[in-house]
């Protein structure tokens, strides 16, 4: 009889925002097509670790499964991820899964991303709207611009732009590239144009694009290929341009 083939998993472990952090590794029943979550799901049914000790089941987060929620980001291998995209067979052995670094950590695998919600609130990241009543179809959009603003819209805020971006940490209030990414989408709205100088004012704010180090880290690692980059040079030249409507207040003369 052949013997099973196994995965083995080194994992970054912390039983809670306050305790130190620890390796246990973990060998899991291969299986042709296995992602990530897979293997994570195999240690909760049973979490015995690789030395036979039976242990706690590893904490992680997830939702949709299909790179849709931005709930299961972690760091694979050294790159921050999706765990749901990332397949076994696609990965070095062993591998090593961790927490990402930029975020508290709640427990094992899971992060607080709630710095990501409050940048986007700084740049008032959603469109006012009146009341919630049915106000009807909005705007027409030019296709041209609906196409790229439809790129930009897949932001799932899975955190992962932040993870690679080195100048977003705890000793930096940089909001990162996913909000004013963000930004960027609503003013292009028709409708979110009307509040276009309030982003902008949120984005000059401290911690807002100005710290930017042009690393193009988040770029490379985006799950859904966002042209972040192109978004921050475009509030760059934006936020400059309300600078001077500030300085001239030529956004109160009529």
């Known amino acids: 009889m052949a013997e099973q083939k196994t995965v083995t998993f080194i994992i970054t472990r912390q039983d809670g925002p306050?305790?130190?952090?620890?390796?246990?590794?973990?060998?899991?029943?291969?299986?042709?097509?296995?992602?990530?979550?897979?293997?994570?799901?195999?240690?909760?049914?049973?979490?015995?670790?690789?030395?036979?000790?039976?242990?706690?089941?590893?904490?992680?987060?997830?939702?949709?499964?299909?790179?849709?929620?931005?709930?299961?980001?972690?760091?694979?291998?050294?790159?921050?991820?999706?765990?749901?995209?990332?397949?076994?067979?696609?990965?070095?052995?062993?591998?090593?899964?961790?927490?990402?670094?930029?975020?508290?950590?709640?427990?094992?695998?899971i992060v607080d991303r709630e710095r990501m919600f409050d940048a986007l609130k700084q740049v008032k990241a959603w469109i006012p709207i009146d009341g919630t009543h049915d106000l009807g179809p909005g705007p027409r959009m030019p296709e041209k611009k609906r196409q790229w603003a439809y790129e930009l819209s897949k932001c799932m805020t899975c955190g992962v732009c932040l993870e690679a971006c080195p100048n977003v940490n705890d000793k930096s209030d940089f909001i990162g590239p996913a909000a004013i990414s963000q930004a960027r989408l609503f003013n292009s709205h028709p409708t979110g144009d009307m509040n276009k100088s309030e982003r902008l004012e949120g984005l000059m704010e401290d911690g807002g694009v100005s710290g930017c180090g042009n690393s193009q880290n988040c770029v490379q690692v985006c799950p859904k290929g966002i042209p972040l980059t192109t978004s921050i040079a475009a509030m760059n030249r934006a936020t400059n341009i309300q600078a001077f409507k500030n300085f001239f207040g030529s956004d109160n003369a009529h």
């Open 18 to 109: 306050d305790s130190a952090p620890y390796e246990e590794t973990f060998e899991v029943p291969y299986r042709t097509n296995m992602n990530v979550i897979s293997g994570l799901m195999e240690i909760r049914k049973n979490p015995v670790n690789a030395k036979g000790e039976k242990t706690t089941p590893v904490q992680w987060d997830m939702n949709c499964l299909e790179e849709v929620c931005g709930a299961c980001s972690m760091v694979i291998n050294g790159t921050p991820r999706q765990s749901c995209a990332a397949l076994v067979d696609e990965l070095e052995t062993p591998i090593r899964l961790a927490p990402m670094a930029t975020f508290p950590v709640v427990r094992d695998l």
